[in-house]
């Protein structure tokens, strides 16, 4: 046979070998018509009975160790409700998808791999919009993921305001319930007390934020002889916070954030799921500048928030571990895993992690802001009795500091000119001056001029003259005044401003006080104020939240400080001279102070000191104010 031949002969022999191939597949497929039908699925879980006792909720997962948080007594369950069962909805045969009426929450716990036992776990808080508990992919799969590396974890089962309860109250109880008692079975289930965490999902996730920032109440709260778990802290050691819903940042909010922040790993994509990234970016940024040590967060180019409606050509919207249709995305388990394990969360039991001691190295760290504080000077009243022996002396101690600016009160016997001539000298500004109220009210002319002659810009008075209260009468009779002032200083091209002292912060008849009285009667384009912050804490007002509340209002900082311990709450305007200390040194949250005020275009910032030793403090203050610099 010729080779053209037995070519052609193989290749008829292929050929027939090939067509076969389906027709055996086909074969192979088909179904034999003696084989018994399919048994049901196995180990279907179901919720519980409803008995006359509280209900008993039943294990998620196989070998679960269910704990109920509260006793059946606990005035933060809904004793109506708490014999109710549980409603689960299946996401797959044998799996639970969601839950709903849960009226008796309650922890399942899930250890790890015995022989990798890192003594971690990690509280699992499902999302699902408040609506559901979606323990499926946010949860259960959870468990088996984190158990290959040696970490238990715990199903948290918490109440839903689908079923009448608030997120914001009850959730955040549930989950910090949750973490006091993991804490006090630590002993039973070989966890380390120093590394109990909590994780998040969307709704989960401002559980989890939340307990970040608010444990500290909830343990003042449930620190009552009754509770077991009175002395079992609360506080989260970490926290993951997954693609999340609204913190308490959110919206505008400022929630105090604890010197001893556990560090938050947050994750979310970001252009499909922009407001959740938003949401995730507003808690990092807050913690970021309060300084709160190893918070990591990715935000992800592509990836959508769980079932999100997606195109045709966009990687599935599905949620906790899943691959998201192998996108970037779909590895933040790795980068959570990385990031655990550099803070020494994956080490043995019983050894200190590096996150526990980078807290510990940080309590006393200063907040970061991205704005520039005000221009700083000094009120040369700090320096009296230095100028007073000599003006040229005095003024020399204050270029010695490295400042320019100056805000004066009185010229230590020169004239105007005299002293103005000195401050040339010795390249300082005086940017403001301080004149006694019968001043102005006696010659205010005069005082225009003073003021022009030391290149002031700021006419401020510094005290109002009254006997015993500062009554409502006092304040309208000043801001009267000071509207009548402030136009003939308005017109001379400078500005009049106030320097309240305490007194106009004590209550008067039918609300408020002699503040708001002047605050609200005088005229925002004619009177401006000045916050010296000591008088303001020493009369029991915190001047953060005096600042927001005149947002508009306050244009110059006085900055001191006051003694820890020191009473407060008095409108005297006066206090011991050991009551005044440097800056950074006593109570008052100077760092805090000073970022509020560069929120709402505080412009100045004047130390003053009226301590025991000014010319030496002012130093100490200034190199603080250093250390905080944004």
Known sequence: MSPKNSLLVLGVALLGVLSSVPRVMAADAAPAANLPPLPQPMSVPAP?????????????????????????DSPYLDRDRIREPEQYSMSAPGEIGSIIHIHNPSIEFHPGNASLNTGAVIILAAGGGHRTLNVGGEASDEVHYFANYGINTVILRNRLRSDGYEPRVDGVNDAL??????????GDWKLDPHKIGIMGFSAGAELAAAATLQWGEFDGRNDVPANPLAKVSSRPDF??????????FAHGGTPAIPRDMPPSFITCSGWGDWIHAVWATQ?????????????EMHIYARGHHPGDKVGPDEPPSSGGLTDRGFIAYGTWPERFIDWFRDLGFLGKPGVETQAAKDVAANLGRARRSAEANPPLGVQLVSLHKNLDASVPDGLELVKSYGLTLVETAGT??????????QLDAHGLKAFSSHFQYDALAADLPKVIAEAK??????????????KGVFTAAVASKAAADFNAWGRSIRAAGMRLGYHPHGGEFEDIPGGGDGFDVLARETDPRLVFFEMDIFWVAHAGKDPVALLRQYPTRWKIFHLKDMRKGAVTGLYTGQAPITDFVPLGSGRLDIAGILAEGRKIGVEDSIIEDEGVDPANNIPVSLRYLDSIKP
């Open 177 to 186: 319930q949750a973490i006091k008692l993991v804490r006090a079975h630590a």
């Open 48 to 72: 519980g009975p409803m008995t006359d006792a509280p209900y008993a909720p039943q294990a998620i997962l196989p070998g679960g160790v269910v704990i109920p948080l509260y006793p059946p």
């Open 453 to 466: 002659v030391l290149g002031s810009r700021n006419i401020i008075v510094p005290w109002i003259p009254h």
């Open 239 to 248: 926290a993951g916070i997954i693609y999340p819903g609204p913190s308490l």
């Open 283 to 295: 808690y990092f940024s807050a913690v970021l500048y309060d300084g709160v040590p190893n918070v």
């Open 412 to 421: 230590n016997g020169l004239t105007p000119e005299q002293f103005r001539a």
